[in-house]
């Protein structure tokens, strides 16, 4: 089991409770993993948040969906995801 500090968007507080609700309402209804893992330290998961919205979420994006799709299932090799 990974020892990766995660937050419980159910107990945020703050402005971590308010990035929750926005998360939650931008992915229908669903808080994503990668948002709990970057929540605890903002410094880190704010600039990574942007560069994700930027290359995956915005109209013009430079990725395709194969594209998008494709990268996530590398990342999801390299950190030993589930298959």
Excluded: C
């Excluded at 990974?2 to 971590?16: K, S």
Aim: net charge positive.
């Amino acid at each position: 089991m990974a020892r990766i500090l995660t937050l419980d968007p159910e107990r945020a507080r703050g402005i971590r409770k308010v990035l929750a609700w926005r998360a939650k309402r931008q992915y229908g209804g669903t808080v994503p993993g990668i948002f709990k893992v970057l929540a605890p330290d903002l410094n880190i998961g704010l600039p990574i948040s942007w560069i994700y919205d930027h290359l995956h979420l915005r109209k013009g994006s430079p990725l395709s969906r194969l594209q998008r799709e494709m990268l996530a299932t590398v990342v999801n090799g390299l950190i030993g995801g589930a298959p």
